[in-house]
């Protein structure tokens, strides 16, 4: 069964420093998101990325994050100079349609990033 | 502001229960309402809804949206300790986001 993948499944890293998280989505979706969990807290929406152009982001996606599909598989969060508050599990999803089109997102295992 | 709230936050049943999950939403352009289950890391789907009073089933599980009252319930009948879970009502609105409540965390006793 098709599944979204990320890697790695575990980052730490010192605060200051540059990540980037990894995700290969489904290879016929064309609708790819970023949420993350603090631990304890909801799932929240970083941003959303169609047509190699982000769509939607929300308030937490500030000048430090950053999104790109370099090649055709690939769709990366980087977060270039990390916080303490970063520290979160990260989830990539991705969803064949959008638009007014419904559709699920599935997501994947999830990179927890820990900022030390 | 758009938000989704679950009910309750948590609840201890024992095997062969039943449970009812509420989801609430007020969101603006509303597209769908989905159910996730987060056993440990990543949300797996469950069911998708659109339309109102139309159930939607799977094994034990089901689910309806009730659009005029902007909510939605998850029932699990027969509950299994492998029902043991956090989950997860999300609604999508606009085109491009998919807003999530805090989770229902479920345990179910042996």
């Known amino acids: 069964e098709p599944e979204v993948t990320q890697t790695p499944s575990h980052q730490v890293t010192q605060m200051g420093q540059e990540v980037i998280l990894r995700c290969v989505p489904i290879?016929?979706?064309?609708?790819f998101y970023w949420y993350r969990q603090i631990l304890g807290q909801k799932v929240e929406f970083l941003v959303s990325?169609?047509?190699?152009?982000?769509?939607?982001k929300s308030e937490i996606f500030d000048d430090q994050f950053s999104v790109e599909r370099p090649d055709g598989s690939n769709f990366t969060l980087k977060i270039r100079s990390t916080k303490l508050e970063d520290s979160a599990m990260y989830f990539c999803a991705s969803s064949e349609a959008g638009g007014i089109v419904n559709t699920e997102a599935f997501f994947g295992q999830g990179t927890r990033l820990t900022v030390v | 502001e758009d938000k989704v709230v679950q009910s309750p936050l948590s609840l201890v049943v024992h095997e062969g229960d039943t449970v009812t999950l509420n989801c609430s939403y007020e969101?603006?352009?509303?597209?769908?309402l989905l159910w996730y289950k987060q056993e440990k890391k990543a949300p797996t789907f469950l069911f998708m809804l659109?339309?109102?009073?139309i159930e939607k089933k799977s094994g034990r599980l089901s689910s309806i949206l009730d659009k005029k009252e902007l909510f939605s319930i998850l029932n699990i009948t027969a509950t299994q300790t492998g029902d043991s879970a956090v989950y997860l009502c999300a609604v999508r609105a606009g085109t491009y986001k998919y807003i999530f409540g805090t989770g229902t965390r479920l345990k179910v006793l042996a």
């Open positions: 290879s016929n979706h064309l609708y």
């Open positions: 969101v603006t352009n509303f597209r769908s």
């Open positions: 659109t339309s109102s009073g």
């Open positions: 990325f169609y047509n190699n152009e982000i769509s939607e």
